[in-house]
């Protein structure tokens, strides 16, 4: 399984950006993905998740309104949204695979990860 998210960049406080997730080697639409970040000095957290079918999403309080996640399983393409970005919002964004198609945040119920990408987001 190999996901490999790319969108990130320096941005403006206000500004919006889209990040995008391409996965490969297996069977994407069966299960959920979500997105984590990381930002410098911190632990990862738990930014944003989907189900196998896009029904279902789960935010984080620090995000809820401003951020969407989506999904394309006909490209094996998830994307993450972000409008209306702050400063805190600067950190390594990744993605990841779930072990089901049920959304968690709990980065121990992804059990694939793809490399991150990077932006910040200038005040």
């Known amino acids: 399984v190999q996901l490999q998210a790319s969108g990130g960049g320096l941005v403006q406080a206000g500004d919006s950006l889209r990040l995008s997730c391409a996965a490969s080697g297996r069977t994407f639409s069966s299960y959920a993905m979500g997105w984590f970040r990381q930002a410098p000095g911190k632990e990862r957290e738990f930014v944003a998740t989907?189900?196998?079918?896009?029904?279902?999403?789960y935010y984080a309080d620090s995000v809820k309104g401003r951020f969407t996640i989506s999904r394309d399983n006909a490209k094996n393409m998830v994307y993450l949204q972000m409008n209306s970005l702050k400063p805190e919002d600067t950190a390594v964004y990744s993605c990841?695979?779930?072990?089901?198609?049920?959304?968690?945040?709990?980065?121990?119920?992804?059990?694939?990860w793809g490399q991150g990408t990077e932006f910040t987001v200038s005040s």
């Open positions: 989907i189900s196998w079918n896009g029904i279902n999403t």
């Open positions: 990841a695979g779930g072990r089901d198609g049920r959304i968690t945040t709990l980065s121990s119920g992804y059990p694939y």
